[in-house]
């Protein structure tokens, strides 16, 4: 009687190992891809956001109101100023969070030709042109576009 073989020979779980090794090396770039690609429609999302909330507070609040980009942080601003008390070192409120894309979502964000967008209580901009965000990172980018009428494209 030949005895009984249980388990498995350490021939083949090294080979089992080579396998899924490899597969994790071939779909490592293609999920990592797909992750940053994720994080740049976020960001793209979320600053498309603030372009809508900025519009929405103009005709509430009825005041001019600002999509400001100071270094990958994104800021809604508006003008005049409400909070009489604490006026600090700036003539506009702040509305909603600051938004850093930067370390939220880990983008670049770039504006063209201004590094700002506004809006008046009127719902038109006062800036006649188009404005280009540009949201990359790491070779991934996405664009928004905001026309003379505060119009966002995509």
Known sequence: MSARRKGFSLVEMLIVVVILGIIVLLGFPRMRAGLVNNNVRAARTTFINMIAGARAAASQTNRSTWVKIESNRAVVLARPR?????TGSTNAD????????SSAYGVTLAAT???SFRFNPGFTTLGAGTTTFTISRSGHSDIVTVDGLGRVQK
Request: aromatic share 0%; no cysteine.
């Open 82 to 86: 409400l909070d009489l008390v604490n």
């Open 94 to 101: 702040t509305i909603g969070p600051v938004q850093n894309l």
């Open 113 to 115: 030709p201004a590094d």
